[in-house]
């Protein structure tokens, strides 16, 4: 990197890599992801779902399916509605939730929504007719988007909701996965498909007294609305009168902060490492131009959003957003995953993005020591970059403070308050906006073990590392589709992958049901490839990773060395979508092996 840089010669780029690598060493922390704690023994009662009826009770199912979803969010809707568009019947899907939603069923903080363009996050509208009213849909329109889909695809008729899976295991005599559950159900399906989300698992910082606060106290995933009134527009009349904490300020802490600061009487927001928060631009959404669309619009639009966000100028920007503009200029995105622009070239124009960052918070925020405090400093894709209209300015309120950390942390939680920079903030309320696990083991997150051929459990499997064909299929364990980031292709836009990953998944299900095919998993070779080709693709993120500050990409600052097959496929959107939409229209023989066949007619 020069040390100058024509566009902007004011800029000094070693200085900045001095700054970043300073702010860096301020936040590394021995315990790395050990800092965090899980939702169980004492604090099993933040995992408590505060929108399912309590009482709830069934008597156990034992049923035989033809495919069994584990998880009801977007991935799940998704391959449940290709599936029926394939004719597959039998589908039982499963969620520890109440209702389909996945993420968008838990997470209903006040003030949440989708930071991607509503029309081409939101899947399914031309199926559907729906009309998101918001270019950044509320989380409850999306909600209900997910309802609508699992009622137009009769997905509502077997699913089996406020159940957890604890164990699928393959049982080769009867060739099919038996599932059982903590309701103590039994389920004999013949494929399955775990779409168990990226950010499904809260968890909750180690800080030292967290059991011993005696105020209302919840993850922002498990919004408590009967403490605080109101819902996710606002009205959080509960909070009247109270002093409010917030720990964390990613992108769920910036969306909560501006509506708690509106009805807590004092708000403390702690801060250990400011998001990036960059214009938002929320507009209602152009139902004429819906309206005027040809049938397909949807996958039009999506491509040329993917296309925009991975640097390839396609005509008109559809979307034009922070997100297609992202530097500024048709670079590249996401920190090395996607490998087709000059890294010197991206890493300029990041630098001068965050420069603008910076720039917007001095322009917004009015004390200086406040605005200098929530300036980042770390390279853009280190953390998700955020997007707010309303969350710097929430800081000139005067009920508003930020209490700052320098990267150290919250130090300790008592019972009526919290202290931080040797100091004792009282509170009524404490959220935490603090996060969820993320790849940091697959059967972890899903929260079930996998046990594949011969007794093969998936931790011992991917023991040192994930093995997979393209993210979905792995060898010994058939009829198992997976749907995580683990060599799978990424985009901004999730959905574009989910999309073309579940209709990929429903053809070869329907057609080993409807050619009497018992089992399918991936070839050895094609296995081997895909893996010796995710690992060639993977050195420049894992390098840009390693200089990173601590967050959840980079496991807290500490990458493990299994990292190289536990990362996506680093070879851009593109080639991905391109690869499984060639496997779907008929290539995916060559790529499988399929057991015995007894010709059954009907999928
Ligand atoms: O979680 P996070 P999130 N003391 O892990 C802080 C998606 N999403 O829920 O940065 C004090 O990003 C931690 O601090 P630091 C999106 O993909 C999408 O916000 O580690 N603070 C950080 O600030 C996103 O990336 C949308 O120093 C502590 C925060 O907690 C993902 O979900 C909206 C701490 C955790 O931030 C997760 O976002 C929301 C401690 N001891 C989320 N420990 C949209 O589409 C942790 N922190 C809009």
Same mark, same amino acid.
């Given at each position: ?158 699913? !089996? ?6 164990? !699928? ?51 922002? #995933? ?53 998001? #990036? ?32 966000? #991975? ?13 297609? %503009? @992202? @530097? ?45 405090? +929530? ?45 931080? *920079? ?46 997979? @064909? ?14 995580? +980031? ?76 299994? %990292?190289?097959? *536990? ?23 060559? *790529? ?12």
């Amino acid at each position: 990197m020069s040390a100058q840089d024509e566009q902007t010669p004011d800029l000094d780029y070693d200085a900045l890599a001095r700054k970043y690598e300073e702010e860096r060493a301020k936040r590394l922390k021995a315990e790395g992801l050990g800092q965090f704690r899980e939702m169980t023994g004492a604090l099993a009662s933040f995992a408590r779902d505060p929108f399912a009826d309590p009482q709830f009770t069934r008597d156990p199912i034992n049923r035989e399916a033809d495919v069994l979803i584990v998880g009801g969010g977007f991935g799940g809707l998704l391959a449940g509605a290709h599936l029926r568009e394939q004719g597959v019947k039998e589908i039982v899907v499963v969620d520890r939730a109440a209702d389909f939603g996945g993420t968008w069923y838990w997470n209903r903080y006040p003030g949440v929504r989708c930071d991607v363009d509503a029309l081409v996050y939101m899947p399914l509208l031309e199926e559907t007719g729906y009309i998101p009213s918001d270019k950044y849909a509320e989380g409850a329109e999306i909600y209900e988007l997910c309802r609508r889909i699992g009622e137009q695809f009769d997905l509502y008729r077997d699913a !089996m909701f406020q159940t957890g899976v604890e164990s !699928m295991a393959w049982s080769p005599e009867r060739e099919r996965w038996i599932v059982t559950t903590d309701r103590g159900d039994s389920i004999a399906a013949r494929f399955i498909v775990s779409a168990t989300g990226h950010y499904s698992k809260p968890k909750l910082p180690g800080i030292p007294g967290i059991e011993s606060f005696e105020g209302a106290c919840f993850h922002t #995933s498990r919004w408590d609305y009967a403490f605080t009134g109101g819902n996710a527009d606002g009205d959080l009349t509960g909070l009247t009168g109270k002093k409010v904490g917030v720990i964390g300020t990613g992108s769920t802490g910036i969306q909560c902060v501006p509506p708690l600061a509106e009805w807590a009487e004092q708000l403390y927001v702690f801060q250990r490492t400011p998001c #990036s928060v960059d214009v938002r631009g929320n507009r209602p959404t152009d139902v004429d131009w819906i309206k005027a669309q040809p049938p397909g619009w949807w996958q039009k639009r999506v491509e040329n959003f993917t296309n925009w966000t #991975s640097g390839i100028q396609d005509g008109e920007d559809m979307v034009s957003d922070s997100w297609t %503009n @992202l @530097l500024g200029e048709p670079t590249a995105v996401a920190g090395g995953v996607v490998g087709e622009v000059d890294p010197q070239e991206m890493l300029r124009a990041e630098l001068r993005k965050m420069e603008s960052v910076r720039q917007r918070i001095a322009s917004l925020v009015e004390d200086e020591k406040t605005a200098e405090a +929530l300036k980042p400093w770390y390279h853009y894709f280190c953390k998700r970059p955020g997007f707010s209209d309303d969350y710097l300015q929430t800081f000139n309120r005067p009920n508003v403070t930020l209490v700052d950390t320098e990267g150290q942390g919250v130090q300790r939680i008592t019972p009526t308050g919290v202290v931080a *920079n040797g100091k004792e903030y009282a509170l009524d309320c404490l959220v935490f906006a603090t996060g969820f696990d993320f790849m940091t083991s697959y059967t972890r997150e899903a929260g079930f073990s996998i046990t594949g051929r011969d007794g093969l459990s998936l931790d011992s499997h991917w023991s040192r590392g994930a093995r997979t @064909l393209w993210g979905m299929q792995t060898r010994g364990f058939p009829n198992f589709f997976l749907m995580s +980031l683990l060599q799978s292709g990424v985009s901004i836009n999730y959905m574009h992958i989910a999309d073309a990953q579940t209709r990929y998944i429903a053809t070869v299900i329907a057609h080993c049901l409807k050619n009497g095919v018992a089992t399918v998993e991936p070839s050895a070779e094609a296995e081997n490839t895909w893996v010796e080709r995710c690992v060639e693709l993977s050195s420049a993120r894992k390098a840009f990773l390693e200089a990173c500050t601590p967050g959840y990409f980079n496991q807290e600052g500490q990458p493990r060395p299994e %990292n190289e097959l *536990n990362m996506p496929f680093g070879g851009g959107p593109h080639a991905y979508l391109d690869l499984v939409t060639a496997a779907r229209e008929g290539g995916f023989a060559e *790529n499988l092996e399929f057991g015995q066949v007894t010709p059954t007619g009907e999928p």
